[in-house]
């Protein structure tokens, strides 16, 4: 048995964000990027570049990456990992449901960590 409980968060339409774009969401606090890529797979990743916090929901997105749009700096959408060495950013799973993007997430519970 996991440790950690999910639930799914209900973040979006599909149809909010046009073929090959992404959009910005914010999730408990935090910023997500999520892109709908031209196939129709939605992925999503933390919003920022861990290199100079470029915005990365406003790069260009092809090819199951997206390109930063402040130093070029390229990240896979599905496992995160950056064009240089040991740069990286948190994926997020994401399910669509009658054309509704949600996004699994920890349970405030398992966030907060076992009890003291």
Do not use: W
Not at 35 to 51: D, M, V, W
């Amino acid at each position: 048995m996991s440790d950690v409980i999910t639930d799914r968060i209900h973040i979006g339409s599909v149809h909010d964000i046009a073929p090959g774009q992404g959009r910005c969401y914010v999730v408990n606090g935090e910023e997500i990027a999520v892109f709908r890529q031209r196939n129709g797979s939605i992925l999503a990743i933390q919003n920022r570049c861990p290199h100079k916090n470029g915005p990365l929901h406003e790069g260009i997105a092809g090819g199951g990456k997206v390109i930063c749009p402040m130093h070029g700096h390229k990240f896979d959408l599905a496992t995160g990992l950056g064009s240089e060495p040991r740069e990286c950013v948190r994926t997020y799973k994401i399910v669509v449901v009658n054309d509704r993007i949600e996004m699994e997430a920890p349970s405030p519970c398992a966030r907060l960590g076992p009890p003291a």
